[in-house]
């Protein structure tokens, strides 16, 4: 018999005030989905999702989202088991806005999660929060056609596509 490989796990990363509730549980609740729904929906044995998303955040207590919606994170920065892939859902800030030193430490962990081997990925806005780690120099990226002119004029280093939705 074939050994069941472990789950791909997925941090989901939480920001408070930034991260909209919408967003990060649409990609856990498709990730959750994977597969399993398929299964159900033709009549075929149950089968679990290939995928473990977590939502994780800073400090890894209940946080209000952008839409004022109650995120609860699963983990902390600090007792987040290792992820295999980050996915930065969305920050919730104006193309155009400064983000100073308010992310660092959301930086800094995906920046360590990186070097500790995961995948990183971003939906829409949140290509700012994953240009601000700087991971994405000298390399080819997209967000939401919105923000590509001022992450353009911010991130220099990096090749942005606002026509493509996938870039990898």
Excluded: K
């Excluded at 159900?40 to 890894?60: C, K």
């Excluded at 997209?142 to 942005?160: E, G, K, M, N, V």
Aim: hydrophobic content about 45%.
């Amino acid at each position: 018999m074939a050994a069941v490989p472990s789950p791909v796990s997925v941090a989901l990363l939480a920001v408070p005030g930034f991260t909209s509730a919408a967003t990060v549980y649409g990609f856990f609740d498709a990730l959750s989905g994977t597969r399993r729904d398929w299964q159900m929906l033709h009549g075929g044995a149950a089968v679990a999702s290939p995928f473990r998303p977590l939502v994780v955040s800073r400090e890894g207590r209940p946080l209000l989202g952008a839409n004022g919606v109650t995120i609860t994170p699963d983990a902390s920065f600090v007792d987040c088991p290792r992820p295999d892939v980050v996915c930065i859902t969305d920050v919730m800030v104006m193309p155009d806005e400064p983000l100073g030193d308010r992310f660092d430490a959301e930086a800094a962990w995906v920046r360590d999660a990186y070097g500790a081997g995961a995948t990183i990925a971003s939906a829409c806005s949140g290509a700012v929060l994953l240009a601000h780690t700087g991971l994405l120099d000298d390399l080819d990226a997209t967000s939401h056609w919105a923000y590509c002119d001022a992450l353009s004029a911010r991130h220099p280093r990096t090749r942005w596509h606002p026509e493509r939705g996938l870039v990898m």
